[in-house]
Nanobody
Framework: QVQLVESGGGLVQAGGSLRLSCAAS??????????MGWYRQAPGKQRELVAD???????NYADSVKGRFTISRDNAKNTVYLQMNSLNPEDTAVYYC?????????????WGQGTQVTVSS
């Protein structure tokens, strides 16, 4: 099993910055953590990919956040970060951490509890 703990959400004014963190802990040592990413869901909208990062540190971003958000990871700490700059009200959503794992060739996805990000005008 893998447990994810998110932190860093909050209220910020437009143009401000926030950094989200997601720490993964494993109860089974044979589990390997592979891709890690961030999704978000705004009221009345479907959950969408914001950014993800592979074990080799390749990154992918939604068009709406390119140039403003940066995803990174610390493999020693099993933690993924999302640095969010130049925030605007359209970024307001619940942000969820996602982690893909592998154990004996089988892949499993785990989700964080979600953290609220609110950007005021």
């Amino acid at each position: 099993q893998v447990q994810l703990v998110e932190s860093g959400g909050g209220l910020v004014q437009a143009g401000g910055s926030l950094r989200l963190s997601c720490a993964a802990s494993r109860s089974i040592f044979s589990i390997s953590i592979n891709n890690m990413g961030w999704y978000r869901q705004a009221p009345g909208k479907q959950r969408e990919l914001v950014a993800d990062i592979t074990s080799g540190a390749s990154t992918n971003y939604a068009d709406s956040v390119k140039g403003r958000f940066t995803i990174s990871r610390d493999n020693a700490k099993n933690t993924v970060y999302l640095q969010m700059n130049s925030l605007n009200p359209e970024d307001t959503a619940v942000y969820y951490c996602n982690v893909r794992t592998t154990r004996w060739g089988d892949k499993f996805d785990y989700w964080g509890q979600g953290t609220q990000v609110t950007v005021s005008s």
